[in-house]
């Protein structure tokens, strides 16, 4: 059995057929391969972002929604050996860091690194141009990437006029994801989809 192999083979198969082995550990090695290789490139590629700025871009590159997108791209699912589980988005974002795993034992790091920038150069690039930007359009464009309709914003104020509260309030869908307080309304979004922010970048 090839690495590679192992890196597409579900425990589910390999609790089925003797001798195969699943890609668990694999996806273990490749986690921080990944991991590694995107934090090297962007922290040589791009000098003008802060360590925080890095460190957020590194989390929606190396995050599931990224991986998803890509397996789903690569049309990896139908290249999965599974026993009785089904293809879902957890089985393909685990599978790609399984492949990047197999590709550094199997022909190093240099290969490992060109696997990864190939698959994902193009989205850290334009992400990295995004990075500066306020928090609610960061916000807004992980829902872009994904298709999915952007989070909405409601606000509510307390106090006279002079010295008013702002109190905003972001929700995806019927969920509430942010809540934030400021002087003026803008801030108040700001606070709340920057909370909301940190929530998504790490899923």
Known sequence: MTLLEEALTHKSWSAENEGT???EKLEFLGDSVLGLIVTEHIYATYPELTEGQLSQLRSVIVGK????RVAKELNLGSYLKLGNATVSDALLEDAIEAIIGAIYLDDGWSSAKDFVLELLGSRIDELSKKNNEDYKSR????????????PKYSIQTEGPDHEKIFFATVRVGDEIVGNGQGS???????VAAGKALKRFINE
């Open 21 to 23: 082995g699943p890609n």
């Open 65 to 68: 929604n990224s991986l998803k």
């Open 139 to 150: 916000l807004k464009m992980i829902f872009e990437k994904q298709s999915l309709a952007p």
């Open 184 to 190: 003026s309304k803008k801030e108040a979004e700001q």
